[in-house]
T-cell receptor, first 114, second 114 residues
Framework: ETGVTQSPTHLIKTRGQQVTLRCSSQ?????VSWYQQALGQGPQFIFQ???????GRGNFPPRFSGLQFPNYSSELNVNALELDDSALYLC?????????????FGAGSRLTVL | DQQVKQNSPSLSVQEGRISILNCDYT??????FLWYKKYPAEGPTFLIS?????DKNEDGRFTVFLNKSAKHLSLHIVPSQPGDSAVYFC?????????????FGTGTRLKVLA
C-alpha cells in the first residue's frame, strides 16, 4: 500500500509568479484535501476534491485553485504569489466513511516566495 | 479566531515519565477529534482519535481523554520514550455539508529527554 507522495519537496519562487504542486493519493483513497501550514501554525484547510470536483473550500482566495484527476491524484495551483504564501503545503487523502475520516498526509511541499 | 487551541508550544519530559499534552476547543458542535504526530521533514501521521460519545480512548502507550463540558481534551503518553519527541497536533472534525475538514491547533513540541 503506497502512501501519499508530494512533489516537489522544496521550491523557491518570486512574488507574482505561479506555482503548481502535485500529490498522489494513497491507494484506495478517493478524496484529497490540501492544507497550508505556515511557520509556527497548525495546518489550515484550503480545499477538498472528490470525484474530480472541488468539494468545499476554506478561507483562501480564488488564486488558490486545484484539480483532481481520474486516478485521484491532485494538483494545487497558486497564482500571483505573495510573500505570505510561503509555507508548507500538505496534501492529505482519505476514504470517508460514517463516523471516521482519518487523513493520511504526505510529507509536504515547502514553498518559499521571495 | 482560533477554534482549537494548544496553549503550550513546548513540553520537556524525562524518559519513562508521563507526557500530557492539552487541547481546548470553542465549538460545542465538534464531536470527533484526532491527534497527529509530526517529525521534521515528514507529514503529520495519525496517532489516536476520540468520538464525543466516549470520554477516553486508549491505544498502547497513548490515551486521549475528552471532557465535553470543559471543551478540553488531553493526550497522555506513558511511558514517554525519546522516539516520541515530535510536534503533536490536535484536530477537530469540522465536517459540514459533505466537506470533510479538520481544524488544527498550533501544535505542541514534545521533547523526551533520555
Amino acid at each position: 500500500e503506497t502512501g501519499v507522495t508530494q512533489s516537489p519537496t522544496h521550491l523557491i519562487k518570486t512574488r507574482g509568479q505561479q506555482v503548481t504542486l502535485r500529490c498522489s493519493s494513497q491507494s484506495g483513497h478517493n478524496t484529497v484535501s490540501w492544507y497550508q501550514q505556515a511557520l509556527g501554525q497548525g495546518p489550515q484547510f484550503i480545499f477538498q476534491y472528490y470525484r474530480e470536483e472541488e468539494n468545499g473550500r476554506g478561507n483562501f482566495p480564488p488564486r488558490f485553485s486545484g484539480l483532481q484527476f481520474p486516478n485521484y491524484s491532485s494538483e494545487l495551483n497558486v497564482n500571483a504569489l505573495e510573500l505570505d504564501d510561503s509555507a508548507l503545503y500538505l496534501c492529505a487523502s482519505s476514504l470517508p466513511s460514517s463516523g471516521a475520516n482519518v487523513l493520511t498526509f504526505g510529507a509536504g511541499s515547502r514553498l518559499t516566495v521571495l | 479566531d482560533q477554534q482549537v487551541k494548544q496553549n503550550s508550544p513546548s513540553l520537556s519530559v524525562q524518559e519513562g515519565r508521563i507526557s500530557i499534552l492539552n487541547c481546548d476547543y470553542t465549538n460545542s458542535m465538534f464531536d470527533y477529534f484526532l491527534w497527529y504526530k509530526k517529525y521534521p521533514a515528514e507529514g503529520p501521521t495519525f496517532l489516536i482519535s476520540i468520538s464525543s460519545i466516549k470520554d477516553k480512548n486508549e491505544d498502547g502507550r497513548f490515551t486521549v481523554f475528552l471532557n465535553k463540558s470543559a471543551k478540553h481534551l488531553s493526550l497522555h503518553i506513558v511511558p514517554s520514550q525519546p522516539g516520541d519527541s515530535a510536534v503533536y497536533f490536535c484536530a477537530a472534525d469540522a465536517t459540514t455539508s459533505g466537506t470533510y475538514k479538520y481544524i488544527f491547533g498550533t501544535g505542541t513540541r514534545l521533547k523526551v529527554l533520555a
